[in-house]
T-cell receptor
Framework: GENVEQHPSTLSVQEGDSAVIKCTYSDSASNYFPWYKQELGKGPQLIIDIRSNVGEKKDQRIAVTLNKTAKHFSLHITETQPEDSAVYFCAATLNSGNTPLVFGKGTRLSVIA | ETGVTQTPRHLVMGMTNKKSLKCEQHLGHNAMYWYKQSAKKPLELMFVYNFKEQTENNSVPSRFSPECPNSSHLFLHLHTLQPEDSALYLC????????????FGPGTRLTVT
């Protein structure tokens, strides 16, 4: 089955700097890779996702890149702000309809003002 | 908000109690999920329901009993739990075969004493 590794487990950056979180997956058949942000006391919220037919996707200050050959994908947050502080999870799945997501262990991002 | 609600938000129960967690989604989805989130562990998938039918049971102990009376509601019945079952229990929903995006509720923080 699928296995997702996520690094780093914790990340501290100065406000305004960029943050990068990386994930690797094991199943080359996986084709859907979402990222979730979980703030304290809340459930994970989908912030961006990418499918295997594209290599990069951007949404304002957030971008995700995918390298299918190397089986890794990354989340990039530019111009970080204190409200970006949260736990971020990557996930992977074969989007055949009902295949559940496999999550990484999460990265706790702290943005220092 | 995500359109997925969970009640109660917090629950404290003894090991001999019986309680139920409730999840409701207002997104018109047909797949619903229960996850367990413990400290320093990845999100653990527990159960999956598609069109009210259970399609996955991830080796969950029988002291957890799910129920899905319709595509909008999902319950998790709890009985004779152990202290190690204390965790955040998250419900999620998605539309099978379309995109794969899962949307999470805020979770129920369960403490077993």
């Amino acid at each position: 089955g699928e296995n997702v590794e996520q690094h780093p487990s914790t990340l501290s950056v100065q406000e305004g700097d960029s943050a990068v979180i990386k994930c690797t997956y094991s199943d080359s058949a996986s084709n859907y890779f979402p990222w979730y942000k979980q703030e304290l006391g809340k459930g994970p919220q989908l912030i961006i996702d990418i499918r295997s037919n594209v290599g990069e996707k951007k949404d304002q200050r957030i971008a995700v890149t995918l390298n299918k050959t190397a089986k890794h994908f990354s989340l990039h947050i530019t111009e970080t702000q204190p409200e970006d502080s949260a736990v971020y999870f990557c996930a992977a799945t074969l989007n055949s309809g009902n295949t559940p997501l496999v999550f990484g262990k999460g990265t706790r991002l702290s943005v220092i003002a | 908000e995500t359109g997925v609600t969970q009640t109660p938000r917090h629950l404290v129960m003894g090991m001999t109690n019986k309680k139920s967690l409730k999840c409701e989604q207002h997104l018109g989805h047909n797949a619903m999920y229960w996850y367990k989130q413990s400290a320093k562990k990845p999100l653990e998938l527990m159960f999956v329901y598609n069109f009210k039918e259970q399609t996955e049971n991830n080796s969950v102990p029988s002291r957890f009993s799910p129920e899905c009376p319709n595509s909008s509601h999902l319950f998790l019945h709890l009985h004779t739990l152990q202290p190690e079952d204390s965790a955040l229990y998250l419900c999620a929903s998605s539309q099978p075969g379309q995109g794969g995006e899962q949307y999470f509720g805020p979770g129920t923080r369960l403490t077993v004493t």
